[in-house]
């Protein structure tokens, strides 16, 4: 019988029968390569994989980038290692969280990202956006709850700053403060900052409702109050009573300022002396040429100091009757005088405490979509069919290097038969 040419007669089914004749080694090397393949790939997928949220703030008592206490805001510093174990250590919650990988990844991003309109090119919003590596995190749940804590650090900032301002400063300075005139005024202060402070706090949060009371509630409050207790009135008592906290000690102040009245007086009328003398000696001087001479600049320095010597009488004359009116305080004035202070102590606290809450409840942080907004990794089911093609793959290569002659020898002699 004639010998057929076997080369030229291999056909796809040749092929096949060479590829599958092993299916035993074909099966333990597809299982083997499968396995390995899926927790290598599941692995290093999971490496890669990463977690993005984009966001942006609401903190209306920031103004300008600045906190309320005046120092500035930067973003990043958020991420420092000390503020991140800070978190961590917060709550049990993140005590697999690896700061160290979170730091150390090639993966982090943290950006300011700036959109722009199409048609007009103008700015229409800012946000910030992160990539956090996934493998830093137990599972996404901790990532979030992490990471919304990371992000909340302005807000948190700005509660505890709120807390180490001191709005009383104005009191000190009435306690320590040598005349009553002195203590109404710090008193005045007082409340003028106390109205700013509520309008101020109105207009970045709104009328918000704290307490079961509106802000301008508590605001309307002083109003009333101080409306009903004039400090202006208090003033006028101190002035015409001639109320004073140390009678010795203020008689002393108000004798050196007379001193200094005087001796100013003194000083002026020998000035005015001197000038007439000077004014009399050019005139002698002159003879009958007068029109030559130019006295105004003379006689214009003369009234400027007679003025002036008219306005020291008067003081004076002021100083006078308050040494000659020097008295203590009544008691009923001390009272209502302390009374005063005490309510806008009290007024004070309650602002700080408004201002305090307004921060920390009416702050907030704005997710586009959601916290986490994509989890770039794939599945282990996804790994896993990846890696069983190429364990499929493997196994039929192996198969074929090993029967590859079985393409020539083996099945053609077979077919002869």
């Known amino acids: 019988m004639e010998q057929k040419d076997t080369k030229s007669s291999i056909s796809i089914s040749r092929i096949f029968k060479v590829v599958f004749h092993r299916p035993i080694l074909l099966s333990i090397v597809t299982f083997c390569i499968t396995i390995i393949c899926t927790l290598g790939l599941h692995f290093i997928s999971k490496n890669k994989a990463t977690y993005e949220s984009q966001f942006t703030y609401s903190i209306p008592s920031m103004q300008e980038d600045k906190y309320i206490d005046g120092s500035k ?52 919003s800012k946000y910030y956006s992160i990539v956090i590596p996934k493998s830093a995190f137990k599972n996404k749940s901790q990532a979030e709850s992490f990471i919304n804590e990371v992000i909340k650090t302005p807000i948190t900032y700005s509660v505890e700053a709120q807390k180490n301002i001191n709005y009383l400063n104005n009191i000190s300075n009435f306690e320590n403060a040598y005349s009553y005139n002195m203590q109404v005024d710090c008193l005045s202060k007082q409340y003028d900052l106390l109205i700013q402070k509520y309008e101020s706090l109105i207009s970045q949060y709104g ?153 920390s409840e009416h702050s907030s942080i ?11 990794s794939t599945s282990i089911i996804k790994d896993g069919i990846i890696a069983l093609v190429i364990g499929l793959v493997t196994g039929c290569v192996i198969n074929f290097v090993l029967d590859y002659k079985y393409l020539y020898i083996e099945f053609p002699k077979k077919e002869e038969k």
Do not use: W
Request: glycine share 0%.
């Open 207 to 359: 009328n918000i409702l704290i307490n079961n009371h509106q802000l301008s509630d508590y605001l309307n409050d002083i109003k009333l109050f101080f409306l009903t207790n004039s400090l202006s009135d208090l003033q006028i008592e101190i002035n015409q009573k001639g109320y004073v906290k140390d009678k010795d000690k203020e008689k002393e102040t108000l004798e050196l300022q007379r001193e200094d009245l005087n001796k100013k007086l003194s000083y002026n009328e020998d000035k005015i002396d001197e000038l007439k003398q000077m004014i009399s000696f050019l005139i002698n001087g002159a003879s009958s040429n007068l029109n030559s001479l130019d006295l105004d600049s003379y006689n214009q320095k003369i009234t400027e100091l007679i003025i002036e010597n008219s306005k020291i009488k008067q003081e004076l004359e002021s100083i006078d009757n308050k040494l000659s009116t020097l008295t203590d305080a009544s008691p009923s004035f001390i009272s209502k005088l302390n009374f005063y202070k005490e309510a806008l102590i009290k007024f004070t606290n309650t602002y700080s405490t408004n201002e305090n809450i307004a921060i």
């Open 73 to 124: 805001y930067y973003f990043l510093p958020i991420f420092k290692r000390d503020n991140l174990i800070k978190i961590k250590e917060s709550n049990q919650l993140y005590n697999s969280v690896n700061i160290d990988k979170f730091l150390s990844s090639k993966l982090i991003e943290i950006k300011e990202v700036t959109e722009y309109s199409e048609i007009t090119k103008e700015e229409i």
């Open 366 to 376: 704005n997710y586009k979509n959601q916290k986490i907004l994509n989890e770039n």
